[in-house]
């Protein structure tokens, strides 16, 4: 006979409310619940341990991406879900070769090229943003922050940046997720000025240590997902 377990038991073995083991029912993340007689849910192994994968899945991956990882789970579509988790990690070797790249660049006092593109020292947001791989919207946050400055093209009146700008941007997006303050971004940012260079390159160690720590935890999501698969097979 399967085991069979309360929201309550559920709840306290993860250390969640039983009010998110049923936002998670009712977004389909989980296989279909019975009830009792007295129309109290029953959560069997299979339950507990697609609670156990959603929990350990969220530690490394962005909510949407779990959630759909599980709905593709629950209408048998597997294999689609596990491409899914593939190109999160992939994403993740993409992010550690771009911020290792840049701390290369840091480095180099002459930049002149980047991504075997040439720089030029009035650049359109438009061009910047492709560099940076952000949004144009982000660099006119960053500038309304103050962190980074443009000039106006004399005939047209659009933003261009120069190529020192340029780097401060690089910088910002490959640090924003780990340097959460902007008082610490500005004052990594007169430190790039200045040629600090020790004290940046351990903010990219900083970022490198966090992209490390996310990847054991997708790893550890991935353990836990493919428990869960055999529990239904």
């Known amino acids: 006979m399967q085991e069979v377990y309360t929201p309550a038991q559920i709840a306290e073995r993860l250390n969640v409310s039983t009010t998110t083991l049923r936002r998670y029912e009712e977004q389909g993340l989980i296989p279909e619940v ?19 994968t959603i ?54 006092a002459d930049f002149r090229s980047y991504k075997n593109r040439k720089l030029t020292e009035a650049m359109t947001i438009g061009k910047v943003a492709e560099l ?8 006119r946050h960053w ?16 933003r261009m940046y120069s190529v020192p700008e340029l780097r401060k941007i690089l910088v910002i997006s490959s640090l924003r997720k780990t ?5 610490n971004l500005r004052d990594i940012l007169h430190d790039l000025e200045a040629f600090r260079l020790s004290k940046i390159d351990r903010s990219f160690q900083v970022a490198l240590e ?11 999501g991935i353990a836990e997902l493919m428990a869960y698969i055999q529990c239904l097979s």
């Open 179 to 183: 340097i959460y303050y902007i008082e």
């Open 143 to 158: 500038e309304k922050e103050g962190l980074i400055t443009s000039t106006r093209h004399p005939e047209s009146g659009y």
């Open 132 to 139: 940076a791989g952000v949004n144009p919207s982000a660099i």
């Open 55 to 108: 929990r350990s899945l969220l530690a490394g991956y962005e909510i949407p991406v779990v959630y759909e990882v599980m709905r593709r789970i629950k209408e048998g579509s597997v294999t689609e879900a596990l491409w899914l988790i593939n190109l999160q990690l992939y994403q993740v070797q993409e992010e550690k070769q771009r911020v290792e790249g840049l701390l290369t660049m840091i480095r180099q």
């Open 210 to 220: 966090k992209l490390n720590q996310k990847l054991t935890f997708q790893y550890r």
């Open 34 to 52: 019975l009830r009792s007689a007295g129309n109290h849910r029953i959560y069997t192994t299979v339950h507990l341990q697609a609670f156990i």
